[in-house]
């Protein structure tokens, strides 16, 4: 029997994903059997994650293409590229994501904007190119990836936070209007994860002792820990699934 997890014949493109969670998330579609698009901005990086990847999977299973995800048109060409050269696209993992550190106070309207274009518009974007060719063959799979702080707040983090609270509503619109033409749009929202990106906050002896105080289940997350959840919402395992944002935190989000 074919399990219902199985991706294979299917192409998945992550955005963000030539580093960190978004590479992870991308090697985990392809254990599971995807074809693969990568997408960054630094294309000498995209290239390695690219080759890395393609090494482990095959060349013929790992594709990248470096494009703005907030420009429109750069986005459409290389849709169209992607699916001349490697057939329709069947999952989108729209992953790209910036964090910008300031008190609200402080913030400039340049910032404010440079977060939320990356976090927020580019999931429209990339999202609403990729549902305008899934949706005349009615079946397709989108996943944002969220946050903790879709749902919770810090300090020094407000245009972020505010970009992924939006995030799941974004989630929700896709799936007021496209569930009924067979498409699914979930989110993933993941809790602290140890990446070479959050290094900095782990070896913060202050900061690491409120995560492991306040995540119940007392450690950080790992990248394998997101992997699953979305392969899950990948597969036909999650046919039934539409506009809900599945929280791997720990338990962060589920106590005071």
Same mark, same amino acid.
């Given at each position: 029997?074919?399990?219902? @997890?199985? *991706? ?24 599971? %059997? ?7 901005? $630094? ?16 060349? $013929?299973?790992? &594709?990248?293409?470096? @494009?703005?995800?907030? #420009?429109? #048109?750069?986005?459409? /060409? ?5 699916? &001349? ?13 910036? /964090? ?7 913030? !400039? *309207? ?5 977060? *939320? #274009? ?8 990339? %999202?609403? /190119? ?52 067979? *498409?699914?749009?979930?989110? =993933? ?9 959050? /290094? ?6 202050? @900061? ?14 790992? =990248? ?10 990948? !597969?036909?395992?999650? $046919? ?5 944002? =599945? @929280?791997? $935190? ?7």
């Amino acid at each position: 029997m074919t399990s219902a @997890f199985d *991706l294979t014949g299917r192409v998945a493109l992550v955005t963000g994903s030539s580093r960190g969670i978004g590479l992870a998330l991308a090697a985990g579609l392809a254990e599971a %059997g995807a074809t693969l698009v990568l997408n960054g901005m $630094d294309e000498h990086r995209l290239k390695a994650s690219r080759d890395a990847l393609a090494a482990r999977f095959g060349e $013929d299973r790992v &594709a990248a293409r470096a @494009f703005d995800i907030v #420009d429109e #048109d750069a986005v459409a /060409q290389a849709l169209t590229s992607i699916e &001349a050269d490697l057939g329709a696209i069947d999952v989108l993992v729209n992953n790209a994501g910036v /964090q910008h550190r300031e008190p609200l106070v402080d913030v !400039s *309207l340049q910032d404010w904007r440079r977060v *939320l #274009d990356t976090n927020l518009t580019g999931a429209f974007v990339v %999202g609403r /190119q990729t549902a305008l060719r899934m949706l005349p063959r009615h079946a397709g799979k989108i996943i944002n990836i969220c946050s903790v702080q879709t749902d919770l707040a810090r300090p020094t983090i407000g245009p972020y936070t505010a970009a992924k609270g939006a995030l799941r509503n974004l989630t929700r619109a896709m799936t007021a209007e496209w569930a009924g033409e067979g *498409l699914q749009i979930n989110g =993933v929202a993941p809790g602290y994860i140890h990446t070479e990106m959050t /290094q900095n906050l782990v070896d913060d002896e202050a @900061f690491n002792s409120w995560i492991l105080g306040r995540t119940p289940a007392r450690r950080w997350g790992t =990248v394998a820990d997101v992997v699953g959840p979305v392969v899950w919402l990948a !597969s036909s395992a999650s $046919d039934y699934v539409n506009g809900q944002v =599945v @929280f791997v $935190d720990g338990g962060m989000t589920a106590v005071v």
